[in-house]
């Protein structure tokens, strides 16, 4: 099973950018879907940004503002969100699995970081 450790959440204010890190160890991220997800309190796990073998898909609420991509040098997929909001706060969580076309299906996937608190102020 493959391990992710997030990193690259903090406290920004309004309209600022982060980037967030999701390195994977136990296998390797080209052979796997591999997807962003968040948290807000009291929520369910909302599906943000996920990539297959086809292509990259974004959640509309996300879509043009934050970027999926992948180094599969390091083994290391991001997440760089811009002009962030204070509704963007949550904890954002890495996944991989077999998800395929079932992308934005948290149940589609096997494995998951710990997460990592980002919060937006206003």
């Known amino acids: 099973q493959v391990q992710l450790i997030e990193s690259g959440g903090g406290l920004v204010q309004a309209g600022a950018s982060l980037r967030l890190s999701c390195a994977a160890s136990?296998?390797?991220?080209?052979?796997?879907?591999m997807a962003w997800f968040r948290q807000a309190p009291g929520k369910e796990r909302e599906f943000l940004a996920a990539r297959n073998w086809r292509a990259s898909y974004y959640a509309d609420s996300v879509k043009g503002r934050f970027t999926f991509s992948r180094d599969n040098a390091k083994n290391t997929v991001y997440l760089q969100m811009n002009s962030l909001e204070p509704e963007d706060t949550a904890v954002y969580y890495c996944?991989?699995?077999?998800?395929?076309?079932?992308?934005?299906?948290?149940?589609?996937?096997?494995?998951w970081g710990q997460g990592i608190q980002v919060t937006v102020s206003s």
């Open positions: 996944a991989s699995g077999s998800a395929g076309l079932a992308y934005r299906n948290p149940n589609a996937y096997n494995s």
């Open positions: 136990g296998g390797t991220i080209s052979s796997y879907t």
